[in-house]
């Protein structure tokens, strides 16, 4: 998984010339350590929320095929994340992020989002209302 910084700092000033780019150099250069340590079964994870604004995280939806198109299985993991309580929150100035339990709407979006572009897997919370979701998707 994809993560700039340190769990205790990630967040503080994430900043990236080309996010896209930058983490596809990343999971390409750990996938390929892995392969040649023998590792057989290699999943890729951009790591949303880990390192990223809003920002990174939406480019890097918007341009997951980059990553899918490396070759290996991706897994994606928006369910529930703070950015989702940002982008969901009412427009009435306030920095009320929309609760975790509240986000459905804005995970099951960015889960059939990431679906489209070819992820292999989807980490959720309401694994329900996913496997409803993948269901359509796949129809």
């Given at each position: 998984?994809?993560?700039?910084?340190?769990?205790?700092?990630?967040?503080a000033d994430p900043h990236y010339?080309?996010?896209?780019?930058?983490?596809?150099?990343?999971l390409r250069e750990r996938a390929m350590a892995a392969s040649e340590a023998g590792v057989k079964e290699i999943?890729?994870?951009?790591?949303?929320?880990?390192?990223?604004?809003?920002?990174?995280?939406?480019?890097?939806?918007?341009?997951l095929d980059r990553i899918v198109e490396m070759g290996?299985?991706?897994?994606v993991g928006t369910s529930r994340k703070a950015m989702l309580g940002r982008l969901l929150a009412t427009s009435d100035g306030s920095d009320e992020l929309v609760p975790a339990d509240d986000r459905l709407a804005g995970s099951i979006a960015t889960e059939v989002w990431a679906m489209h572009a070819g992820a292999s897997?989807?980490?959720?919370?309401?694994?329900?209302?996913?496997?409803q979701a993948a269901k359509v998707v796949a129809a």
């Open positions: 998984m994809h993560m700039q910084g340190e769990p205790g700092t990630m967040q010339d080309d996010v896209v780019a930058e983490v596809c150099a990343f999943w890729v994870d951009p790591g949303f929320g880990f390192g990223k604004t809003d920002s990174h995280n939406l480019a890097l939806l918007a341009h290996w299985p991706v897994v897997m989807i980490r959720a919370h309401d694994v329900r209302s996913a496997i």
